[in-house]
C-alpha cells in the first residue's frame, strides 16, 4: 500500500531531524545523563517536528539498549514505536479526548507498570484543547507519577495550557523550520524517489508550507502526483493556487510607473482567469514586504523565503523604490487583505485598494512642499517623482538668471528688486534687514543671526554682481543694523474683505503666492506690506 511521503519519510532518530538543534541538544544530554523528567510539553506551529520528537523521545527511552540517545532501530521496542503498535507507548488525541472522563480513565492507566518496557509513555496531540475540569483531574497525576511514567505533551498554542500543568513540565519551542534546510531536505527527498525538480521548483513547494515540513511535503506528493517525475515551478505554482512572480511584478511595475491603468488590467485578468482574490491580496502583501526586506538587505538573505534566483529578482524590482515607499505600500496592502475578508464586492475593493497604492507614490510630504516655496531658485513645489525615476529628477530647475535690473534708485532697491525679480524673496527679506555700507570695492552688509546664512548663498552674491555690474567683495557680518527705517506700512484687511490697495493688488497677483494659495485652498491674506518704502 502506498505511503505518502511524509510518513515515508518521517525522522526515527535525533540525527535525522532537521532544525531544532536547541531541543535535540536538550533531550541527547538529558537522556545521556539519565536525567529525564516526567513531563515535557512541545509547541510551535505545525509540521515543524512535535509528534515526531516525542515519538523519538519514547524510542529512546524504550530501546533495549537504552536509555540512549541513539536507538538502534531494529528491537522490537523500536520498531513497535515506530510503526504505532506499541502497548507501553499510548498516543492520545485530545481533539477528540478531552473530557473529565478520558482524564480520569489516564489517570487510571498510569498506576500499572508498562508491560514489557522500561517506561510508559503518554503522548498527548493537540494538548491545548483539554478542557480545564480535565487538566484539574490530571493535576496530581503529572505532578508526581510513578517513576515509570512520562507525559510528552503537544500543541500549537502552548498559552492555552494552564499554568498550573506548565509549571509541572519541561517546555521546549519548535521553530519554524529554516527554508535553506528546508530546500535541501525536500532535494534529498527528490533524490531518492527519482523526481527531478530545479531549486526553483523546491523553493515554490518549501514556500508553500511556510516553515512546515510536513505541509511542504504533502505539496511535493500532489506535485508529483499532478506532474509525474519532472517539476516545474510554473506548473506547482498553478497547481497550488500560488502567484506566478510575473503577476506581483506587474503591480510592482505599475506602482513604480504610476499606472493605473495597468492596475486595473491587472484585476480584470484575474477575475477572468477565476482566480481567487483574497488570495491575490495576501501574496502580494507578502510580495511587497519581501521587496522592502531585500531593498534593507541589499543582497541574499534568509529572512526570505526565496530561491537565489528569485531573490536576485525581487532585488532589481526593489531598486525602483524608496524605503519609505514600500513601507507605504506594504500597510496598504495589508489593509486592503482586510477589506477583502468580509467584502461583498471584491473586485471593487481590490481595484480601490490597488488604486490607492498608485496615488500614495505620488504623494508629496507636507514639509518638501513647504521647503520648496522658499527654497532658493524654486519656482514652485516640486512635484514628487515616480519612484521608478532616477533621484536626480527630484531636484527643482533653478530659474535662469534674470537681466540686472535698469539703472537708477538706490543700491539696496535695484538689489531688492533683482532678488524678487529672480523669485528669492527671502533672499530679499533678510536684504531688508540688514544695514548696507558701500566703500569703494567693498559692500559690506550688517545682518542679524538669523539671517546670516541667508546673505551667505551663492545666489545672493551672484545677485549683487548682477546688479553692480563691476568687480566688488562682499563682507557679510553679524550684528543689529543700525539704519533707521521708516514706519512700515501695511494694508489691513478684514477675513472676509478684500484687499484695496496697489500694493495688495501686485501682492495677489504674484505667482508665488497664488501658488501657495493653490496648496492651501481657503488661505487668506490679511495684510500686506510695502518693503519698497522702507528703502534707504
Excluded at 520528537?53 to 519514547?58: D, E, G, L, Q, S
Excluded at 512572480?245 to 492596475?263: C, F, H, P, T, Y
Excluded at 487583505?337 to 468580509?342: A, M, N, T, Y
Aim: aromatic share 6%; charged share 25%; net charge neutral.
Amino acid at each position: 500500500m502506498y505511503q505518502v511521503i511524509a510518513r515515508k519519510y518521517r525522522p526515527q532518530t535525533f540525527a535525522e531531524l532537521i532544525s531544532q538543534e536547541h531541543v535535540k541538544t536538550t533531550l541527547e544530554n538529558a537522556i545521556t545523563q539519565r536525567r529525564i523528567a516526567h513531563g515535557y510539553i512541545f509547541s510551535g506551529q505545525r509540521g515543524t517536528g512535535k509528534t515526531t520528537v516525542a515519538r523519538i523521545m519514547a524510542r529512546c527511552l524504550n530501546c533495549e539498549q537504552g536509555p540512549t540517545a541513539t536507538p538502534c532501530g531494529v528491537c522490537a521496542s523500536c520498531r513497535e514505536i515506530a510503526s504505532g503498535s506499541s502497548v507501553d507507548v499510548i498516543e492520545i488525541d485530545a481533539a477528540s479526548n478531552r473530557g473529565i472522563n478520558e482524564m480520569r480513565e489516564l489517570r487510571e492507566n498510569v498506576r500499572y507498570r508498562p508491560a514489557r518496557d522500561r517506561y510508559k509513555v503518554f503522548i498527548v496531540d493537540e494538548a491545548h484543547q483539554i478542557t480545564s475540569e480535565a487538566f484539574n483531574a490530571l493535576l496530581k497525576t503529572l505532578e508526581e507519577p510513578p517513576e515509570w511514567v512520562v507525559f510528552l505533551l503537544c500543541t500549537t498554542e502552548s498559552h492555552k495550557i494552564p499554568a498550573t500543568i506548565a509549571s509541572r513540565c519541561q517546555q521546549f519551542s519548535f521553530r519554524s523550520v529554516d527554508f535553506a534546510e528546508l530546500v535541501e531536505r525536500m532535494e534529498h527527498i527528490a533524490k531518492l524517489e527519482g523526481i527531478e525538480a530545479d531549486k526553483e521548483t523546491l523553493g515554490v513547494l518549501a514556500a508553500a508550507g511556510e516553515g512546515s515540513v510536513r505541509d511542504s511535503l504533502s505539496a511535493l506528493d500532489q506535485a508529483i502526483a499532478c506532474c509525474g517525475n519532472t517539476l516545474h515551478a510554473d506548473e506547482v505554482r498553478s497547481l497550488l493556487g500560488m502567484f506566478a512572480a510575473q503577476s506581483l511584478e506587474q503591480v510592482a511595475s505599475a506602482l513604480a510607473a504610476g499606472d493605473a491603468r495597468k492596475m486595473l488590467e491587472v484585476v480584470a485578468e484575474l477575475e477572468a482567469n477565476g482566480r481567487s482574490l483574497q488570495h491575490f491580496s495576501r501574496e502580494l502583501a507578502r510580495y511587497i514586504r519581501n521587496l522592502l526586506v531585500e531593498k534593507i538587505e541589499g543582497g541574499f538573505t534568509r529572512l526570505i523565503a526565496a530561491s537565489p534566483a528569485e531573490q536576485e529578482r525581487m532585488l532589481a524590482t526593489a531598486a525602483q523604490f524608496r524605503e519609505e515607499d514600500l513601507t507605504r505600500y506594504l500597510k496598504l496592502s495589508l489593509d486592503l487583505f482586510r477589506d477583502l475578508q468580509s467584502s461583498l464586492q471584491p473586485r471593487l475593493h481590490l481595484e480601490m485598494g490597488l488604486l490607492r497604492m498608485v496615488h500614495a507614490g505620488r504623494l508629496q510630504p507636507i514639509e518638501e512642499a513647504l521647503a520648496s516655496l522658499g527654497r532658493p531658485g524654486a519656482s514652485a513645489p516640486v512635484p514628487p517623482a515616480s519612484p521608478a525615476l532616477p533621484s536626480k529628477a527630484l531636484a527643482p530647475k533653478a530659474s535662469s538668471p534674470k537681466p540686472a535690473p535698469a539703472s537708477g534708485g538706490s543700491l539696496r532697491s535695484r538689489l531688492h528688486e533683482a532678488l524678487m525679480e529672480s523669485k528669492q524673496a527671502n533672499l530679499a527679506d533678510a536684504l531688508e534687514h540688514s544695514e548696507l555700507t558701500e566703500s569703494g570695492t567693498e559692500l559690506v552688509f550688517t545682518t542679524p543671526k538669523m539671517y546670516h546664512l541667508f546673505l551667505k548663498d551663492p545666489a545672493f552674491e551672484a545677485a549683487v554682481k548682477r546688479v553692480m555690474d563691476r568687480p566688488v567683495r562682499i563682507t557679510i557680518k553679524v550684528g543689529e543694523p543700525v539704519r533707521t527705517a521708516e514706519p512700515v506700512t501695511t494694508v489691513p484687511a478684514k477675513p472676509d474683505a478684500p484687499l484695496k490697495s496697489e500694493a495688495a493688488g501686485r501682492a495677489l497677483e504674484h505667482p508665488e503666492v497664488q501658488k501657495f494659495q493653490e496648496l492651501f485652498p481657503g488661505s487668506q491674506v490679511r495684510a500686506v506690506r510695502n518693503l519698497r518704502e522702507n528703502e534707504a
